[in-house]
């Protein structure tokens, strides 16, 4: 790790996670973050100097911040829809010398001139994988030598307590799969009412712990929806092994989920669905969710071709082709345990501090 003081001006939004950012900090000299969207979870940052982006006079603000804190390097986060790509690109435009580094996670695989400028006209980037980075360079063809592979937004390790309860299974006999996360009734990649149904058909208990989403006409995402809440509150009327639960914290992760035996990443969508091509990159947050209390992870074996790589190389999980391969993953007890000793073992291998160090490297590497 570079021995160079960093003083580090995160912008943009940092997503799920929020404080991992704390971990950051205490790793480097300086962070302030710079935010385009408030999430309220920031209240709790209370060790990281925090300001609104303003609406006018933005890059004049960003280089008050960057001479007040002497700020040598930015560090612009994190997807498409937050308006980081917007602020990135004022800064750009702006001719401000410092360096910046795009992270990018979340988008709609639709290309466009903004997004071409943040991942081309920046000092470095940062893609979640390697999937990812081969996307890109077949559409804008990004450079290599300023390419860089981590995820964005793990959760932190203080959340991997062994605060851990016995399984429900081995109380009435019947596997408990947990799906946490956004869940929608959009026929996409988060609605997962056709498993609770299957699910439902061969015994298996399903518990929801979510954000009920959907989407408005630009197709932006709405979050806390009511039509979708009341979808789901519907189908557990109907499906008796289905039971729907009040959001938790980070806190609660290791506790309250290691009750049951295994968590679920996304429903598979057709190869013409809007969403495909995104979902074969992507690697939801949700996955450091489930290590966090040492669940394995199942995941559709068609589709979702970055994350049934990690789950594969990293033996956290199993990919399945079908509803009764499923079932049968989810009855194997041995083959359950087994899989919860080895993520047990090493859990803390997928938490933001595990990483930390190389995303200092990184920015280390074009600091000024």
């Known amino acids: 790790m570079s021995a160079k003081p960093l003083n580090i001006l995160v912008l943009g939004c940092l997503g799920p996670n929020q404080n991992r950012i704390s971990s950051l900090a205490k790793t480097v000299n300086r962070v302030i973050y710079a935010y385009t969207e408030f999430n309220p979870s920031q209240i709790l940052l209370d060790d990281i100097i925090q300001v ?7 890059s004049a603000f960003i280089e008050y911040i960057s001479i007040r804190y002497e700020i040598n390097v930015i560090y612009s986060l994190l997807n498409s829809h937050d308006e ?23 988008h709609p695989c639709f290309p466009t001139v903004e997004e071409k400028k943040v991942l081309t006209e920046t000092a470095g980037q940062i893609y979640i994988n390697q999937e990812s980075f081969n996307y890109f360079h077949s559409v804008y063809g990004v450079d290599k030598s300023t390419a ?5 937004d793990m959760i932190s390790k203080q959340y991997m307590t062994d605060n851990f309860q ?14 946490a996360g956004s869940m929608s009734a959009l026929n996409d990649r988060l609605d997962v009412r056709e498993l609770c149904s299957e699910m439902d058909k061969r015994n298996i208990c399903v ?24 979808e789901y509150q519907k189908l557990t009327t109907t499906l008796k092994n289905t039971t729907l639960h009040s959001f938790i914290t980070p806190e609660m992760f290791a506790f309250e989920w290691s009750k049951y035996d295994a968590g679920f990443m996304h429903s598979s969508v057709p190869s013409s669905h809007p969403t495909s091509q995104f979902e074969e990159l992507n690697m939801p947050y949700r996955y450091t969710a489930y290590l966090c209390a040492g669940l394995p992870i199942c995941i559709p074996s ?30 194997d007890r041995t083959l359950l345990k087994t ?9 803390t291998d997928f938490s933001f501090e595990f990483s930390v160090n190389k995303l200092i490297d990184i920015l280390s590497k074009y600091s000024l």
Request: net charge neutral.
């Open 52 to 58: 609104a982006i303003p609406r006018r006079n933005m």
């Open 84 to 106: 980081s790509t917007e602020a990135t690109i004022e800064l750009i435009e702006s001719g401000l010398k410092i360096p910046i580094i795009r992270h990018y996670k979340e």
């Open 148 to 152: 860089h592979y981590l995820d964005a």
């Open 166 to 179: 016995s399984k429900l299974s081995a109380e009435d006999g019947k596997p408990h799969l947990l799906i």
């Open 207 to 230: 518990h929801l712990y979510g954000n009920m989403v959907s989407e408005n006409s630009e197709g932006y995402q709405i979050f806390y929806d009511k039509a979708t809440a009341l």
């Open 302 to 331: 068609v589709g979702q071709s970055a994350m049934k790589r990690f789950v594969g190389e990293n033996k956290i999980g199993f990919s399945f082709k079908d509803y009764d391969e499923l079932s049968n993953i989810l009855h």
């Open 339 to 347: 899989s919860e000793k080895r993520i047990r073992e090493r859990r």
